[in-house]
């Protein structure tokens, strides 16, 4: 697509619940992040993809979190018994992999409450 | 570990200039970025500078780099409505995979 996509845009989930966010990369891009943005703070970094390689999952703030890329594109963030603080914008980013982060994509991000 | 802070919050008249700052703790960046955000938006890439770099211009956009005190700044001319947005300041490493580390965001607010 034209753009970095995620879904759902808004998520209303029960605490203890489970929470699937999606993201769909630029095609072609080899490179897709996750971050995670909570009220008054700035951007959180969790995980790292690139190409084939092994993610860069040391921003993962707990067990609770796990993301995964199918084919070298769509990835899933999944967050298992989610809790109150897990509440936050759910920011995907994608690059070309070359030009460092000048590259990045931003998607609008999934807006996460638990309640 | 890895530090940005920026200022909560910046009001400036339409017209005026506005100077967004930014300060960083790791000395081995090699890009810093500005970022806005828009309501209910994603995070926009406005500029960047190479970490060897004092200055770079961009139209209304002027950043400035200061390694020695490891201060950034963001200064908008002409400031306009359109410009209401909160900014963030970012910052990568060598070898960092290109993960990026984000200061808090200032909020730009600009009255008529």
């Known amino acids: 697509g034209a753009g970095v996509s995620q879904s759902p845009s808004n998520k209303v989930t029960e605490k203890g619940k489970d929470v699937e966010l999606r993201c769909d990369p630029i095609?072609?891009?080899?490179?897709l992040y996750w971050y995670r943005q909570s009220l008054g703070q700035g951007l959180e970094f969790l995980i790292y993809f690139q190409g084939n390689s092994a993610p860069d999952k040391s921003g993962l703030p707990s067990d609770r979190f796990s993301a995964e890329r199918t084919g070298g594109s769509v990835s899933t963030l999944t967050i298992q018994r989610t809790q109150q603080e897990d509440s936050a914008v759910y920011l995907c980013a994608s690059s070309p992999g070359t030009g460092g982060a000048r590259g990045y994509t931003f998607g609008s991000g999934t807006r996460l409450t638990v309640v | 570990g890895e530090d940005v802070e920026q200022s909560l919050f910046l009001s400036v008249r339409e017209g005026d200039s506005s100077v967004i700052n930014c300060t960083y703790t790791?000395?081995?960046?090699?890009?810093l970025y500005w970022y806005k955000q828009e309501p209910g938006a994603g995070l926009q890439l406005l500029t960047y500078?190479?970490?060897?770099?004092d200055m770079k211009q961009d139209q209304r956009l002027t950043v400035l780099l200061n390694k020695k005190d490891k201060h950034l700044s963001l200064r908008i001319a002409d400031t306009q409505t359109g410009d209401s947005a909160i900014y963030f300041c970012a910052e990568s490493f060598t070898g960092g995979g290109n993960k990026l580390t984000f200061g808090t965001g200032t909020q730009l607010k600009v009255e008529l």
């Open positions: 500078i190479f970490s060897n770099m």
């Open positions: 095609s072609g891009h080899t490179a």
């Open positions: 790791d000395s081995s960046s090699t890009y």
